[in-house]
């Protein structure tokens, strides 16, 4: 890994240090996202404006550094912008671990860049796009209780 100073350093502050490992007092959507292989669980909740923007976030739950650390960055990322707007970053994200993407869209991902090498790491990419893989099911509103990342 090339950036591993910065991968660890970054890895280690959201994992330690969560900014959005909260409970939310009243959301408007709460899914429950699960990776039965090895255990991650976490809830995501979203509070959206009626104009589809994602005016604050929280997950609660327990997993391993590399979900909880992508759900914390992941939630940086996205509040403050709309629907469209998060739904592209979590295409470029997914195209990320999947080593399919611009140096212009890698900026777009800001610290969540620092997870790119995970996609030499088959077993953590199930943990890395646990969160959006749910903020996806969210934003779709598609009514599903959970999601696994067993299907993706």
Not at 26 to 43: F, M, Q
Request: proline share 3%; glycine share 8%.
């Amino acid at each position: 890994m090339e950036n591993r100073p910065f991968y660890n350093e970054v890895l280690t502050e959201h994992n330690i240090h969560p900014t959005h490992k909260i409970k939310l007092m009243k959301p408007a959507s709460e899914l429950r996202g699960v990776n039965p292989s090895c255990g991650d669980d976490i809830t995501l909740q979203l509070c959206v404006s009626e104009d589809g923007i994602i005016e604050d976030g929280g997950f609660t739950g327990d997993g391993c550094a590399i979900s909880q650390a992508s759900a914390d960055m992941m939630l940086d990322l996205v509040i403050g912008r709309s629907k469209e707007e998060a739904l592209k970053l979590k295409d470029t994200f997914l195209r990320m671990i999947k080593e399919k993407i611009s140096d212009e869209e890698l900026d777009t991902l800001e610290e969540a860049q620092s997870l790119q090498d995970i996609s030499h790491m088959p077993s953590r990419v199930k943990c890395a796009v646990l969160g959006w893989h749910t903020l996806e099911e969210i934003l779709s509103g598609n009514g599903k209780e959970s999601v696994s990342t067993e299907d993706q």
